[in-house]
T-cell receptor
Framework: GNSVTQMEGPVTLSEEAFLTINCTYTATGYPSLFWYVQYPGEGLQLLLK?????DKGSNKGFEATYRKETTSFHLEKGSVQVSDSAVYFCALTRDTGRRALTFGSGTRLQVQP | NAGVTQTPKFQVLKTGQSMTLQCAQD?????MSWYRQDPGMGLRLIHY???????DQGEVPNGYNVSRSTTEDFPLRLLSAAPSQTSVYFCASSSPAEGRASPLHFGNGTRLTVT
């Protein structure tokens, strides 16, 4: 079946540091890949997505590249801000009919001033 | 913009009680779903619906019922609450516009505690 593995958190960084959150997946075929972000007390919001190999998703300074050869979709940001503190979820979907996502366990990011 | 609205935000139940978690969306999305979020486990799909009158089971459906009588509403019923159902529940919706790449729009969640 499908699965997503994320690095465990929490990840604690100083403001302006470089961020990488690792995500690898297991799925047959060609899944679509997503990063969602959850701010305290809120639901998840789509951060970025990629639908085919070598696609790069980007939004708000965050980037992730769909690497089929390494089955990875690592999230990066060059300079984090305190406002980026949140929980980040990597997810995939293959099933058009159900449109159901398989989520990773989430990685909490804390950015200190 | 209301988006996806969930009520209540918090709920405490005793074992064996029943209740309904409400979910409504105003985006005319065909697809709606319920997930539960547990520490260290990400989100897991409980039930989903691809349109009014059509529902199906997800990954962890036991102990929950759903119905979809309108496009807007997708309530989740706990038939006889158990402590294992203590969790945060999220409702989500999406449109078919982008196929499987369509983003899910989430509500703010219902935190349920079963004692």
């Amino acid at each position: 079946g499908n699965s997503v593995t994320q690095m465990e958190g929490p990840v604690t960084l100083s403001e302006e540091a470089f961020l990488t959150i690792n995500c690898t997946y297991t799925a047959t075929g060609y899944p679509s890949l997503f990063w969602y972000v959850q701010y305290p007390g809120e639901g998840l919001q789509l951060l970025l997505k990629a639908t085919k190999a070598d696609d790069k998703g980007s939004n708000k300074g965050f980037e992730a590249t769909y690497r089929k050869e390494t089955t990875s979709f690592h999230l990066e940001k060059g300079s984090v801000q305190v406002s980026d503190s949140a929980v980040y979820f990597c997810a995939l979907t293959r099933d058009t009919g159900r449109r159901a996502l398989t989520f990773g366990s989430g990685t909490r990011l804390q950015v200190q001033p | 913009n209301a988006g996806v609205t969930q009520t209540p935000k918090f709920q405490v139940l005793k074992t064996g009680q029943s209740m309904t978690l409400q979910c409504a969306q105003d985006m005319n999305h065909e697809y709606m779903s319920w997930y539960r979020q547990d520490p260290g486990m990400g989100l897991r799909l409980i039930h989903y619906s691809v349109g009014a009158g059509i529902t199906d089971q997800g990954e962890v459906p036991n102990g929950y019922n759903v119905s979809r009588s309108t496009t807007e509403d997708f309530p989740l019923r706990l038939l006889s609450a158990a402590p294992s159902q203590t969790s945060v529940y999220f409702c989500a919706s999406s449109s078919p516009a982008e196929g499987r790449a369509s983003p899910l729009h989430f509500g703010n969640g219902t935190r349920l505690t079963v004692t």
